[in-house]
């Protein structure tokens, strides 16, 4: 059995502290901006992409060495330094602080660990080996990548548009017929071939059928 439990998080306006100033950091920093999270940075110095990010709204630097009075409210923390016992400190603090941690490529300092994460707009696919190999991960995402296109983005932004509609005007045996009929491949194979409009056209049909 796998020993992390897996979840995806709403990080939006959830304060997460970034203890490095390097690539590493640069790309985590990156990625939790994307999905709304308000970082706070912790290192003496940043690369310049790094350094860029920086804006005092939903990115903040504190130009220091890390202390343990910076977790604060932190709902995440990853510790992307060089240093192995800046890495260990970070994570001892986290965890008496009961916070998750994750220290980049040192699963066994870590509470919880990234995946390698494939995205075609609400479509996400996370994967891990647990930390055992991410390169393999990054292997199984990649050959994922040339089986969901983005088509994929547009058929759920599609779904998700009658999402509220049909929730609120059709009976449960309704629901359960639209749903059926909306996924059971035509319209994900006109919209693979360029012909939303007519995507479209089955849903409403479909719709206004029941």
Known sequence: MADYYPIFADLRQKTVLVVGGGN??????QTLLEHGA???IV????????????DSKHCFWLKKEYSADDIQDAALIFSCTEKDEVNAVV???????????????????CTFIVPSIMERGDLQVAVSTGGSSPIVARQIREQLQTQ????????LALLKEWRNRVKSDLSPEQKKRFWSKAT???????????????AKGVIEHCFRSL
């Open 91 to 109: 994570s001892c603090d986290a965890q008496k602080n009961k916070r998750l941690i994750n220290v980049v490529d040192d699963p066994e300092k």
């Open 184 to 198: 059971d491949g035509d319209v994900l194979a006109l919209i693979k071939n360029g012909r939303l409009s007519e």
């Open 43 to 54: 290192s003496p110095k940043l690369v310049k992409d790094l350094e860029a990010l920086v």
């Open 24 to 29: 590493v950091a640069y790309r985590k920093v």
């Open 148 to 155: 969901y296109g983005q088509e994929y983005a547009e058929y």
């Open 38 to 40: 308000i970082v706070w």
